[in-house]
């Protein structure tokens, strides 16, 4: 049986690699390895060209995590601390995250894919979690992941066995007004909102931590699942 291709965004930026040092389309290889060991193909989908138009070749995509949306999409000025807002990739994944949906194709958001989500939906991020929740937990250092429970919807608790999972966080912005058509389906114990899906979709949900970081991948094997 052929393994269902699910398309992956991805960053581009300045990066090294063996004898270059020049902007690259690229993506942590956790993401691939997730998909791969749940029987998924992946196919990285750079932003560039018309990704949305793709959207009929795959059988389920993931908007991963990366920088910041740009505030003026949902009617903000940018805060002081909000940083690697990329125009271009903001354009590809609204693009391309709108057409799955509207397509009913299996969707995952990952970080930044749950702001996506949010933010093309109608809905705000708060630009700055630490100067909501006052800690700085949720992103704790620089390429460090913080390590916070989140208690979980049933739906959740199904793919994860658990109630309550305590899985790795790196992000200082998350939902401020939830967009209709949502539903919060996690949250982290001081309030900030950690999960949420698609309001009658099959499956289309997106998570504010970082489900690739971690050994196990219950969201990966869901997501391959409900392609198949």
Known sequence: MARPVIGVTCYVEPAKFTVWDMPAALLPYMYVDHIERAGGQPVILPPAGEPAALVGRLDGLIIAGGGDVDP???????????????????????????????????????????????????????????DVVGHAAHSPAPGTFGRLPVRLSPGLTKIYDDERVVPAHYHHQAVDRLADGLEVTARADDGTIEAVEVTGAAFALAVQWHPEADEDGPLFRALVEAAS
């Open 72 to 130: 003026a999409r949902y009617g903000a000025a940018p805060a002081p601390q909000t940083g690697y807002v990329r125009k271009f990739r903001d354009e590809a994944e609204f693009g391309v995250m709108t057409a799955a949906l509207a397509a009913g194709l299996p969707f995952l958001g990952i970080c930044r894919g749950l702001q996506v989500l949010n933010v093309a939906l109608g809905g705000t991020l708060h630009q700055h979690l630490p």
